[in-house]
């Protein structure tokens, strides 16, 4: 199997079990599971490098990092009772 | 490019996009938080599948561009920089691509350096790419220069967005239209694999022996004129 394939693999099953682990505590909050999905996709491309020497990921890493910000922004704004 | 993280990638997006607009219209947040997770992964795949490059490719690229800078050495060290012509042999078995600063007879060029009839030149042996062109592109009837060229060059090795082909008094006049980038950054050394593939291409086509009369790069495009002897 191609390295790529197999860092692709172990991706999808990292995200696959955090997304059953919050279906099964019955986390309901769409922006939890976006977030921490961003979250692990930049964990785990810095963590194995493979991915990032062999697929040019700026312009993803730039727009999960914006979306990424919107949510932490606005539930910051929620918690202060800002909106 | 690789298609089938590409493939993968669309059909996870879709899917998810799906989802994910059953999952606002049913009010079903885990539906779409789920949807929006596996988005990330399918956007992942698309971007992974549109600029994903082979390592061996890359090591490939930077070998080549180390032996491009040996054999311009060769070039300048031999005074065959400033002024140079482009020859190039047609024999069954092997071309060679021969920068000499004159005239010189294709039978008496051997591949190296050496001298004939008192003419230096610099012969380059071309023969993996002449083995692809006869298993891969063979000229069959009713095919002409332009439909061989532009296979080769736009539809598979995408060196250009088109080729014009102009003959006038025995002369092709062949016009690379709109370079792709890295093919524009091939161009900026004497010896390089542009100047040398195309007119190898013609050589093969004719299986004659071509000299190149002209080059100009004008914006994007490259001109070269081939004369078929």
């Known amino acids: ?83 | 490019m690789e298609y089938r993280y590409l493939l993968a990638g669309i059909n996870i997006s879709l899917v998810s996009i799906v989802f994910i607009v059953f999952g606002i219209f049913s009010g079903n947040s885990i539906v779409l938080g789920v949807s929006l997770s596996t988005l990330v992964l399918g956007i992942l795949l698309v971007t992974i599948g549109l600029t994903y490059i082979p390592p061996l490719r890359e090591l490939l690229k930077t070998y080549s561009n180390d032996l491009t800078i040996f054999a311009n050495k060769l070039l300048e060290d031999s005074g065959l920089v400033s002024s140079h012509e482009i020859r190039i042999c047609y024999n069954k078995d092997i071309i060679q691509a021969v920068f000499a600063n004159g005239a010189i007879d294709c039978r008496k060029v051997l591949p190296g350096i050496g001298v004939a009839d008192n003419v230096s030149y610099i012969s380059f042996p071309i023969k993996d790419l002449v083995s692809v062109l006869e298993t891969e592109y063979s000229i069959g009837e009713g095919v002409d220069l332009r439909d061989y060229l532009r296979d080769i060059l736009v539809n598979r090795y995408i060196v250009s967005r088109d080729i014009i082909i102009n003959r006038e008094n025995g002369v092709f006049k062949i016009k690379l239209w709109s370079l792709s980038r890295d093919a524009i950054d091939l161009l900026n050394k004497p010896f390089n694999p542009i100047r040398i593939i195309v007119p190898v291409f013609v050589s093969k086509f004719f299986e004659k022996n071509i000299t190149v009369m002209d080059e100009e790069i004008v914006g994007n495009n490259y001109i070269i004129k081939i004369k078929v002897m």
């Open chain 1, 1 to 83: 199997m191609e390295i790529m394939d197999r860092e692709i693999i172990v991706y999808a099953i990292l995200s696959t079990i955090v997304i059953i682990s919050f279906i099964l505590i019955g986390e309901t909050r769409p922006d939890v599971y976006l977030s921490i999905s961003i979250l692990i996709y930049f964990i785990y491309t810095s963590i194995s490098r493979n991915i990032r020497l062999r697929a040019k990921l700026t312009i993803l890493d730039i727009s999960l990092l914006t979306v990424f910000s919107i949510i932490v922004i606005y539930r910051i704004l929620t918690i202060l009772e800002w909106i």
